[in-house]
């Protein structure tokens, strides 16, 4: 049976590079995302792994279809991206006013800002949208602030401590905040900034994070994998975010390893820093840069060393334990192709459903909104049944 899916090009901003969005995201159009049958479901699945984001506009999706949805890219799992025991046992977590779980499917989470009634269960429930006051302006009156934001924190969904990072997550926007656009400050020793919709959520393909880096970048990375913290978002709670979003400051205030609550060293992850993408074969540069304890690299294979030029980084491997150059490598590798140019900003309408490659993509929460601005989504991620495949030997030896 050949089912054919129709599908255009997601709207670009003036502030994107057509170029970097050629492959990226597609909106879906004629299918109903709550009912697929097991056919139109695998051709959604490639077409989700190939491009790394599908919308679907007017979306009718309940709790349980968003979980049976958001499940039939593993069946294997049923367990929130963060543990089904997120709310109950880690109240310390960065994570936890943020999230509030849907009584009758706790693995999809109600996520937004205001206080919202009668929803899903819940008599009343007052959200609070992801945003940082740390702005320059934010000794000004409110009205100035309001027209400046900042990326929250670029993550992907997943615990990284004894879970497996999910695939897929699902955002549906049921309520979207109406107001002015506001302009995303950098401040980051850039003069970068751009215009985005009001509580947007930013994406960018780590695809391209990869492709635009150098030569000598693409072997360090393709050999590096990526140590994480134990009880990464308890252990980072009280740290600050760079300005831009992309880590964290180098400032000492994590909690002390030996203060976090009991941890085993074997629920530790450590993945690598390129993850193979299951239908392009692609390597996407797929780190949580907040949550980072060190940096494992390997050699270059002895077969490619007599090729290997001056610029060779770590050419004999090295093992990075000291955490503030840890992330400074990192944040070199990343910070490029967090860019206006490479960012896709979705501006929200009602009923929108977002269906994302976690494995594949970073994204950000943008936007300061007042507690009167009301924003009500439903987002669902699971555990994997397994973690990511990173490198292949081939890849190695190609990169290297
Ligand atoms: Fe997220």
Redesign the pocket.
Known sequence: MVINIELSPLPLPPSANPSHFIEFGREVHGVDPGNLDPQVFSEIERLLYKHGLLLFRSASLSPEQQYALTRAFDLQTGTYGHGNNLLANQQKSILHPYLKSIPRVPQVQLVGNGVIHNHEGFDEVELKHLARKTLDVSAKAEEDELQFTQFYRW???AALYDLSPPRV?TLYGLRIPSGESQVVRYDDGTDEQFKVPLACTAFISTRTTFNALSPSSKSLAVRCSVKYAPHPFEWMAPAKSRNNGLGIESEGLEVPLSELPEWDPSKIKILPMLWKNPITGDLHLQVNPSVLLELIIAPIPASKRAGADGDAVFPDGAHITDLAAARELVYKLQRPSISPEFIYPHAWSEKDLILFHNQGLL?S?VGTLRRDQIRVFH?CHLAASADPAGPTEEDVLKWS
């Open positions: 993550h992907m969904d997550t994204h929460a987002q």
